[in-house]
């Protein structure tokens, strides 16, 4: 299985953007770059995914490199509400079957 | 909409026991997915459930198993428990295969 590296911890100031940056160097040519998120105490939450294009939606975007081996989640202003563990995943189709975690981004966000 | 609903939330066996959880997905959903998550290893796929069928299935012993109903809630069996399985255990639903999974607040499991 493709894996995918992030930095175990990053810090931001509320109300300011946050990138939060995963490798994925082994990446196949099908393979989908999910991002999820988990709250304490509560089951993932996803966030957004994409194959090659950049994508946004209400909560974040998605810009994913032109080769495919690098990926960043775009929170555009940070709120106290964002501190989670924030987990990059490959999954062979669109809709995340089966999915498999690593240690992911546990994000803090100072007030 | 109701969300993703596991009962217990909290657990406490002892070696060599068996437990049940269960969960309910949201309304309309037909696919239940079930993953352990621990400290070291992650979140795992243990296997997914679509109309009464399993469809899916991750790299657990065969002690651990699950079932879906009619109703598409679904519960899922440890047989045999070992220390090692102690676990936050989520189940995640989703309407159909291409769809984003919805997860519950999960049942965390301590074995003893």
């Known amino acids: 299985d493709a894996k995918t590296t992030q930095p175990n911890s990053m810090e931001s100031n509320e109300e300011e953007p946050v990138h939060l940056p995963c490798n994925h160097s082994t990446i196949s040519g099908t393979d989908y770059i999910h991002w999820y998120r988990q709250l304490p105490s509560q089951g993932p939450e996803y966030v957004i995914h994409?194959?090659?294009s950049n994508v946004n939606n209400r909560m974040a975007s998605l810009a994913i490199a032109e080769d495919r081996k690098s990926s960043t989640l775009i929170l555009h202003r940070a709120t106290l509400r964002d501190a989670a563990v924030y987990y990059c995943?490959?999954?062979?189709?669109?809709?995340?079957?089966?999915?498999?975690f690593g240690g992911g981004t546990r994000l803090m966000v100072k007030p | 909409k109701a969300g993703v609903t596991q009962t217990p939330r909290y657990l406490i066996k002892t070696r060599g026991q068996q437990v049940t959880l269960s969960c309910s997905p949201i309304s309309g959903h037909r696919s239940v997915s079930w993953y352990q998550q621990t400290p070291g290893q992650g979140l795992q796929f243990l296997f997914e459930y679509f109309s009464e069928t399993q469809r899916n299935k991750g790299n657990f012993p065969g002690r651990f198993s699950g079932r879906q109903f009619s109703n598409s809630r679904s519960e899922m069996n440890v047989s045999t428990l070992e220390l090692g399985d102690s676990a936050l255990y989520l189940c995640?639903?989703?309407?159909?295969?291409?769809?984003?999974?919805?997860f519950g607040p999960g049942t965390r499991l301590l074995v003893l």
């Open positions: 995943i490959l999954s062979e189709n669109n809709a995340g079957n089966m999915l498999t």
């Open positions: 994409g194959l090659t």
């Open positions: 995640a639903s989703r309407l159909g295969f291409r769809e984003t999974q919805y």
